[in-house]
């Protein structure tokens, strides 16, 4: 259609412009890393929480919903004031900002610690997604704070506008989520037989080395941690890159990308920015080879 046409050449040209490099750069440095390292030590715990490590899946698109949700009603209801007189729902616009400015507090942490690992154009829609919300956030705080001075008219009006940049930068957090596939695991389970398959005689694979091997063109992450042996799938799930670059220590890989460390074992996230575990193969050793097969439990 037309009208998609148009808005998707809006997108493009707000991803090519050059000189939100600059300010993603400096955003980057200043604000989030600034903020990590006052936080020393502590960052990591939440770190966790905010790309939502401890869910299995990442925080911000579900703490979105609630500054969404909330500033919506507030629409509604300012809408049914302003249009059909129906002052008994003051209180409830009121009540739906305030909870939104909450919920939108979380969101906007948690959106900025993932967007810190995009990068060039997708990093670019990001930021402007980012300063969307946060200017819709600050004119619901101008409305509210004019709602509590008796402006409420005029209150409306900056709800309104803010209302419109809230939608305006949802559009492009879709986009972020199913275009850029920002927020989505990189990696589903592994698309290897059923069955046993060998790949590599155990007399090669030395303890806490990492080894990529490929089974049907498909990458696949080994380690011999501890005389155990595992195997994972070799794509990071959280930005796709290969994990068998990667560290070995205390039973656990880190990427060497951004980070995240996984556990050998079964794949589970034990810091982030990774939010979904990283997906495991059974394996078992047959006349000195190293078999892998999809899991009995997929
Ligand atoms: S790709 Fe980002 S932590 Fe692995």
């Not at 911000?60 to 007189?85: N, R, Y």
């Not at 900002?97 to 979380?106: A, D, E, Q």
Request: aromatic fraction near 8%; include cysteine; hydrophobic fraction near 40%.
């Amino acid at each position: 259609m037309e009208s998609a046409r148009a808005i998707k050449q809006v997108v493009r040209q707000i991803e090519n412009q050059e000189w939100l490099e600059t300010l993603s750069d400096s955003v980057e440095e200043n604000v989030v890393v600034g903020a990590y390292e006052k936080l020393g030590e502590s960052q990591w715990p939440i770190r966790n929480v905010l790309h939502g490590s401890f869910l299995g899946h990442p925080l911000h698109p579900m703490v979105s919903d609630i500054p969404v949700g909330a500033w919506t009603i507030t629409q509604i209801f300012d809408t049914a004031d302003v249009v059909f007189g129906k002052k008994d729902l003051r209180a409830g616009a009121d009540t739906a900002l305030v909870v939104g400015l909450l919920g939108g507090s979380i969101t906007a942490l948690s959106g900025w610690a993932d967007w810190k690992h995009t990068k060039e154009e997708t990093q670019r829609m990001g930021l402007v997604h980012g300063l969307l919300n946060m200017g819709a956030a600050g004119f619901y705080l101008i409305s509210l704070l004019l709602r509590k001075t008796g402006a409420r008219g005029v209150g409306q009006a900056f709800s309104t506008v803010g209302f419109g940049l809230m939608i305006s930068g949802a559009y492009l957090g879709g986009e972020l989520v199913f275009d850029r596939l920002v927020g989505t695991t990189r990696a589903e389970t592994p698309d290897v037989p059923d069955e046993f398959t060998p790949i590599a005689s155990v007399n090669d694979i030395e303890e806490n080395t990492p080894y990529r091997f490929e089974v049907n063109d498909v990458p696949i992450l080994v380690v011999r941690a501890n005389r155990e042996f595992h195997a994972l799938s070799d794509v990071c799930t959280h930005l796709g890159r290969p994990l068998s670059g990667g560290e070995v220590h205390d039973g656990c890989i880190t990427c060497p990308a951004h980070g995240s460390t996984f556990k050998l074992e079964n794949g589970a996230v034990v810091t982030g920015p990774a939010a979904y575990p990283q997906p495991r193969l059974d394996v078992r050793v047959r006349d000195g080879y190293l078999e892998v097969r999809k899991p009995a439990d997929h």
